[in-house]
């Protein structure tokens, strides 16, 4: 019974290029969220996705990010054209329908991003 | 807005010790809250939650209660061991059905053998 399953554990991207970060839910969730740890912080809420659906997006940066949640496959993160800012630890979250997220969900182990 | 304030770290302590990280709160409604535990190199994991005033939180020894006359959610554990060294982090639900989780900045505990 796999957890929250997020890839790659480590990103090294140049400065201006893509960084895509994927996350598979725990098997039968169908919510996911995505939160930014910068160092020395605590995690900030992203974006909070279902199926095919952008649920709440208001804490993504205005320009550059955007998340999806396809009917089929991972979930992903996309970063166009990084910068140096952007380096940071990615976190996903998961929960099941029909459980108020209130209740707490389970995160994957993380994707690091640095930006050189 | 809502926040959640934590004692600030590092947080030294020899096995046995007694443990306390404070948590403080701010928050329209009525939240959950949470205490999430970060080993090295890992995720999050949820350590305990209360959902509601006076509710205590337990889990591997440790125990928080949500105050809501004082808005705290203080984290104990009596007898630390060093495998519990990790980040602590504290969090708190916003109270909309979105269920985004508001969090500390992290309380880092080293224990000594």
């Known amino acids: 019974n796999a957890g929250v399953m997020q890839n790659p554990r480590h990103l090294v991207r140049r400065r201006g290029q893509e960084a895509r970060l994927r996350c598979s839910p725990m098997?039968?969730?169908?919510?996911v969220y995505w939160y930014r740890q910068l160092p020395e912080e605590g995690l900030k809420f992203m974006v909070y996705?279902?199926?095919?659906?952008?649920?709440?997006e208001s804490g993504m940066p205005k320009e550059r990010f955007s998340a999806e949640f396809p009917k089929e496959g991972p979930s992903i993160l996309r970063i166009q054209q990084v910068v140096r800012g952007d380096s940071a630890a990615y976190f996903c979250?998961?929960?099941?329908?029909?459980?108020?997220?209130?209740?707490?969900?389970?995160f994957g182990s993380g994707t690091r991003l640095t930006v050189v | 807005g809502d926040s959640v304030t934590q004692m600030e770290g590092p947080v030294t302590l020899s096995e046995e010790a007694f443990l306390t990280i404070n948590c403080t709160y701010t928050?329209?409604?009525?939240?959950?809250l949470f205490w999430y535990v970060q080993y090295p190199g890992e995720g999050l994991q949820l350590l305990l939650k209360?959902?509601?005033?006076?509710d205590k939180g337990s889990n591997k020894g440790f125990e928080a209660t949500y105050r809501k006359e004082t808005t705290s959610f203080h984290l104990e554990k009596g007898s630390v061991q060093v495998s519990d060294s990790a980040v602590y982090f504290c969090?708190?639900?916003?109270?909309?059905?979105?269920?985004?989780?508001?969090f500390g900045k992290g309380t880092k505990l080293s224990v000594k053998p």
């Open positions: 969090a708190l639900s916003d109270g909309g059905s979105q269920g985004n989780l508001i």
């Open positions: 979250a998961s929960s099941p329908p029909g459980r108020d997220p209130r209740s707490g969900y389970t």
């Open positions: 928050a329209t409604g009525y939240p959950s």
């Open positions: 209360a959902t509601k005033a006076d």
């Open positions: 996705l279902q199926k095919e659906n952008i649920i709440d």
């Open positions: 098997k039968g969730h169908s919510h």
